[in-house]
């Protein structure tokens, strides 16, 4: 029975706090909180974001606050008066208070406009970011052992609150000697260092990880598919302990080591993609 040591020194520990603290706070931005009132047409909305035509014939995207003051339902063609603060970026503002207008001539004709490309695709992305159901792929490299590793994982949430996600996944990392296969029911948490809509957000994780690992050698000049077994295989439970950020567009990069495991790789580098 393999004994289960703590197999991550001090040393590579805190390289590994040190890179994931880096890759969190990379880029973070302090957005003013400039509160105006803009009244338009709903041209397009959903249960995260409304597409509002000002006036003035330009096109703003809002995202809702959560304790926003809004009607359940928006329908292309509503006349309203939106109140907002800016965002982490200029073309999406924080909606805390939507009132429906009375309805005034050619609003509905207003509302058959053609939304620009680019709102179009932040409305996507907002929304995708917004499910309560995910799945993606994920690939990288292991250290120590060296793998190159593949996955797919689903991501669930929130949980008691709106940060919280159940992130299960599954890995399988080949190298020269080994063969890694990882079940990983990871929890996520997003830190409260940017807006929950805005375009990245970091988060740290920890969970359990089952592996289970295959070695054997194969000797120059041998046929394909023909090794020497020495029976090397492994299974024990560490402890993943991870940490990343995840981009709006779907895309996310995550370092993650495992302790109190002598089968995985001491640290695992990967980016993904969220579908």
Not at 185 to 212: H, I, K, Q, T
């Amino acid at each position: 029975m393999l004994s289960k040591t703590l197999r991550f020194p001090a040393g590579r520990y805190f390289y590994f706090v040190h890179l994931m603290l880096a890759m969190m706070f990379a880029g973070q931005t302090v957005s003013a909180q400039d509160e105006t009132t803009l009244t338009g047409v709903v041209m397009s909305s959903s249960r995260s974001t409304v597409t509002v035509r000002a006036t003035d014939g330009r096109y703003q995207l809002f995202t809702f606050e959560s304790d926003a003051r809004r009607p359940a339902s928006l329908p292309a063609g509503t006349r309203v008066r939106v109140t907002s603060t800016a965002g982490e970026e200029r073309a999406v503002r924080r909606a805390s208070e939507v009132i429906v207008l009375p309805a005034e001539a050619g609003a509905n004709d207003a509302a058959t406009g053609v939304v620009p490309a680019e709102v179009r695709r932040l409305e996507r992305e907002i929304e995708r970011q917004a499910r309560r159901y995910n799945v993606g792929v994920r690939a990288g490299v292991g250290l120590d052992p060296e793998l190159i590793l593949v996955g797919v994982h689903a991501q669930v949430g929130p949980f008691f609150g709106n940060d919280i996600y159940f992130r299960p996944n599954v890995e399988f990392a080949f190298g020269e000697v080994t063969a890694l296969f990882a079940v990983n029911p990871e929890v996520v948490y997003r830190l409260p260092v940017s807006a929950r809509d805005g375009r990245w957000a970091a988060y740290v994780g920890a969970g359990p990880g089952f592996n289970f690992v295959h070695q054997n050698f194969k000797r120059d000049g041998d046929e394909p598919g023909k090794r020497i077994d020495f029976g090397e295989f492994k299974s024990d439970i560490g402890l993943n302990i991870l940490g990343g950020l995840r981009y709006r567009s779907g895309m996310f990069v995550e370092l993650k080591t495992s302790v109190y495991t002598e089968v995985s790789p001491t640290l695992r580098l990967i980016v993904g993609y969220n579908f």
